[in-house]
């Protein structure tokens, strides 16, 4: 009796290259600036994790404000990169939103939150990538 063979079928994921990663970062952070966010902060966690290249971190100081942030954030990567988030957390009433795009993971947070869970601490070996208050041009 003929064996037959069976051809394992590999799903394929998404790939995404560091720089395509980094501008996706760059236009979070962008975005988080121009909707007023503070103290903005990429980390290079791809260096030493797989869970995602680079977390975005931001401080929003109202629940409405972090809720802004993170629809205008969606809109502007969707626009650009025709992406939208694998996964979201929209419940602001925790006052923390997460924007998961697999390679990219925004932090849309509270001060209390920020303080409490002080993500930069917990990944204070990675790489670091602090940006300046954006000023608007008018």
Excluded: C
């Excluded at 954030?73 to 025709?82: K, N, P, R």
């Excluded at 790489?127 to 208050?133: C, N, S």
């Amino acid at each position: 009796m003929p064996q037959s063979t069976i051809t394992p079928q590999i799903l394929a994921l998404p790939e995404y290259s560091a720089e395509s990663s980094y501008q996706i970062a760059l236009t979070a952070a962008h975005t988080a600036a121009d909707r007023k966010a503070n103290d903005i902060l990429l980390l290079a966690i791809g260096e030493v994790s797989a869970l995602a290249n680079y977390f975005v971190l931001t401080t929003g100081f109202s629940r409405a404000q972090i809720r802004a942030i993170a629809t205008t954030i969606t809109e502007q990567i969707a626009e650009q990169f025709e992406r939208q988030p694998l996964h979201s957390s929209n419940n602001e009433d925790t006052g923390w939103i997460l924007l998961d795009y697999g390679d990219v993971i925004v932090h849309i947070m509270m001060p209390q939150e920020r303080e409490f869970y002080n993500l930069e601490a917990f990944w204070g070996h990675v790489t670091q990538l602090v940006l300046p208050r954006f000023e608007r041009t008018t």
